[in-house]
């Protein structure tokens, strides 16, 4: 009789227990995970494993490679939580994690970006990529898959990630204003490519 109350409790106990660690930031859980709270690495993955495999299938250009790397990226995340120190917020030093699981997987020639591999990618999540006809969307795709890796990349984190500029520079490595410049020349590409769509393109 005593069996039910008991698991209700305990139910009412993860409940709250999961509500606390939803309201703490990024870097709370990570800490909190490197000190063996395995739960707190659950809320991380579910707030950021859509973002960080959407970035990879649009940068590799092929969703089934895209797991694969993503998983790798959450593994280095794992391996790496003794090494945080907290100099940067956790999403970029997330994506640094995730850039170098990335291009480790091109150098191992384990991708080639071709238009015809266009066609496995995730359909984006975004709510205004949503109304764009499927016309438009193939040609926003071919015109990414196109640009140079390191232009494609800054505007994936900018446009898709929403990261700031100072950010895609920690993550790429570079200074602020070849980060500006990359975003600055990928749109520049990206509107010559949708030409013919309508609209004004400068």
Not at 53 to 80: H, M, P, T
Not at 87 to 109: E, M, N
Request: neutral net charge.
């Amino acid at each position: 009789m005593t069996t039910t109350p008991l698991l209700f409790m305990f139910a009412i106990f993860f409940s709250v227990a999961n509500r606390q660690l939803q309201s703490l930031t990024d870097e709370e859980l990570y800490r909190m995970y490197g000190k063996g709270n395995a739960a707190a690495f659950r809320v991380l993955m579910d707030r950021y494993s859509g973002m960080v495999f959407g970035y990879l299938a649009r940068f590799l250009g092929n969703s089934e490679l895209a797991r694969d790397v993503s998983q790798e990226a959450f593994i280095r995340v794992i391996k790496s939580a003794d090494s945080f120190r907290g100099d940067s917020s956790f999403r970029t030093f997330l994506f640094v994690l995730v850039r170098h699981a990335a291009l480790d997987a091109v150098k191992g020639q384990r991708v080639t970006v071709a238009d015809d591999e266009l066609e496995n990618l995730a359909t984006p999540d975004r709510s205004d990529l949503k109304l764009l006809s499927n016309q438009l969307s193939s040609a926003m795709e071919k015109g990414l898959a196109k640009l140079p890796p390191e232009q494609r990349e800054a505007f994936l984190l900018r446009e898709i990630d929403g990261m700031t500029f100072p950010e895609i520079a920690e993550i790429q490595q570079v200074n602020k204003e070849t980060a500006r410049s990359r975003v600055y020349y990928a749109l520049k590409s990206l509107r010559q490519s949708l030409k013919g769509f309508g609209g004004n393109h400068e």
